[in-house]
């Protein structure tokens, strides 16, 4: 075994890893950006422009605004994430944990104005991106499973400009704040592989065991803290057949999140090794990193038809670049070193959703709607840090108007992920047997917005 900077890589291996899974409309991507939205499981975004969050989607449906509008709201996600198996290590310990995803409050806030009858400009902020999951500290399979917690922030600023009475091309600039933390614990590898050095006739090795084994479970092996911003920009065209029926095209660029002074922290102690190498720890202490995280590029179609006086139906296909995410590399900041690099192999990834619209009277509208997100993590590349899964999406919401200018939307939806079964080790370096889990989730989201016609 190649134990050059073993405890160094395998860190890295957790905390990177983690984070790149953290890739996909599936994955860590977010969608919740409005509550009408979500009231239709996302259906029809960026043509519909029922209110003013729909500039953050497309800017080109800024130009069907006639005057100035402002929402502001929140979707509560309640997670319920559940992870099954036993310890490959001996013992056969159980490596059950329950609701390992916290609960979360996204929160939006977009404004539309338009200038005359061709301009009309926009501003939002959302959070595109985000994604927790936390494991006791004492886990067994602390290296692979600790707390994971990735915030974003996504401001825009977009302009729409009507071409004719048919056609509306718009552009938008993003500024993406990222505050990222991973941590893992030693959890039950200390003392397995201490067990396992301890019996070696190198006296050193030896040391090395008896050092391991000391390790408490709880021991913070590795912890990552970083923040960054990442800038990129959205495009969008809108074609309106007629007053009833019309289609949209998004795109919105890839976004490069460059952490430049991440802080890398472990309690483990740096420990000499007979071939001149050693394992790296920190002792409590900090040292600076570097790594470039790449969120992907989105197509996105959408249309709406106005089959009957008082109904409507939507749709929309998004189409997430994934393949593009291949590999991830970490360098030491103070020399450049290279400390981690992972192959990927993420694939494309795909959501579709359909969705109808009720105009009951003046004050009342009902919407409702279904979904699927297609993973882009493939099964070989699943980790029990962000579990992810294919997801089947349903829906409904409802917006009153108390009169003309002010109106309150409300959305439920629920969202059920297929089961799967994950097989990770805990570093391709370590001579340890892979751990194999089940893991099975489902959430449920509340949104609520204001909004109000100036």
Known sequence: MNRKNLFTRTALAAIVGAIS???????????????????????????????ASVGSRNPAALTMFDRPEFSVGAIHINPSVDIKGKSPLGAHTSTNAGDIAPSALVPNIHFVAPINDKWAIGASGTTNFGLATDFPSDYPAGLIGGKTDLKTMNLNLSAGYRVNNQFSVGLGLNALYADAEITRHVGEAGKVLGSQLSNSLNPQYQGLGKYLSSLSPSDRFAQLKGDAWGFGWNAGLLYEFDEGNRVSFTYRSKIKVKFKDGEFQSDLKTIPLPNGSSIIGTEGGTIKGKLDLNLPEIWEFAAYHRVAPKWAVHYNFAYTSWSAFEELRATRKSDGQQLFKKEEGFRDAWRVALGTTYY???????????????????????????????????????????????????????????????????????????????????????????????
Do not use: C
């Open 21 to 51: 899974s953290q890739a996909g409309a599936a994955g860590f991507q977010l969608n919740e950006y409005s509550t009408s939205a979500l009231g239709r499981a996302f259906s029809g975004e960026g043509v519909i422009a029922d209110d």
């Open 360 to 454: 009951h009277d003046d004050n009342w509208t009902f919407r409702t709607g279904i979904a699927f997100d297609d993973s882009p993590v493939p099964a070989d590349k699943r980790s029990i840090s962000i579990p992810d899964q294919d997801r089947f999406w349903l829906s409904a919401g409802a917006t009153y108007a108390f009169n003309k200018d002010m109106s309150v939307d409300v959305g439920l939806a629920y969202m059920h992920g297929k089961k799967v079964t994950i097989k990770e080790k805990l570093s391709e370096d370590l001579p340890l047997p892979a751990y194999e889990f089940e893991s099975s989730g489902k959430a449920w989201l509340y949104g609520m917005n204001f909004n109000y016609r100036f």
